[in-house]
Structures are given as structure tokens and as C-alpha cells.
């Protein structure tokens, strides 16, 4: 069973820099699509960024397309996603999840099938 476990969130400033990290246990960790998504207490979970093992290929939400990067170090078993210009909106739970490379990317959750538990990320004005 694949594990992740995300890290970096916390309390940002609006119009800060929020970077968040996402470990994964699989050495085979570069077969897998991965992605970002986040959540607002009472509402659904909402695709932010996702990438191919290769790390050729993203796909970012138009809420963030233009400032932010997802990126991924296979070496390390790591997936890095940056946003810049934070803004109120971006204050969420950020979850990463991990799904079958056979798949195309997907902005939906229900094409991953491990997720992480976690880390949350307060933007302040």
C-alpha cells in the first residue's frame, strides 16, 4: 500500500509563498500520477495541480494556473507544489494523492487512489 505524507502548511501571509511537500513510501513512486487537491470544511474537495511520473506532464486548476508549479524529485520520493500570491481562497486542507499511471491526469479524485492526510494551510490578510 502506497503512503504520503504531505508537509509545509501552516500560516502564510496573503500575497506570500507557500510551498508544500509530499513524501511518498513507493521507490517505484515515478509509475505514479500525482496531484494536489484541497478542501474548505463543508465543501467538496477541489483539484489544485497533478503530474506524471515523468514529471512531463502537469495539469493546474484555473484558480492557480498562472502562479503556481508542481513538480516532483522521483530520487527523493518527493512532490513539491509552490504557490505564490496567496490569496484567501487558497486557505484549505491540502491533500496529495497518487493514482495508476495508466490513467490520463485527472482533475477528479476519484482517479487516485491513495491520499495523504493532509496539512493545513491558513492564508492571513
Known amino acids: 500500500q502506497v503512503q504520503l505524507a504531505e508537509s509545509g502548511g501552516g500560516l502564510v501571509q496573503a500575497g506570500g509563498y507557500l510551498r508544500l511537500s509530499c513524501v511518498v513510501s513507493e521507490s517505484t513512486v515515478n509509475t505514479y500520477n500525482m496531484a494536489w487537491f484541497r478542501q474548505v470544511l463543508g465543501n467538496e474537495r477541489e483539484f489544485v495541480a497533478a503530474i506524471r511520473g515523468s514529471g512531463v506532464e502537469t495539469k493546474y486548476a484555473e484558480t492557480v494556473r498562472d502562479r503556481s508549479t508542481i513538480s516532483r524529485d522521483n530520487g527523493a520520493n518527493l512532490m513539491i507544489l509552490e504557490i505564490y500570491s496567496l490569496k484567501s481562497e487558497d486557505a484549505a486542507v491540502y491533500y496529495c494523492?497518487?493514482?495508476?499511471?495508466?490513467?490520463?491526469?485527472?482533475?477528479?479524485?476519484?482517479?487516485?487512489?491513495?491520499w495523504g492526510q493532509g496539512t493545513q494551510v491558513t492564508v492571513s490578510s
Open positions: 494523492a497518487s493514482g495508476s499511471f495508466r490513467q490520463p491526469l485527472s482533475e477528479s479524485a476519484h482517479a487516485y487512489d491513495y
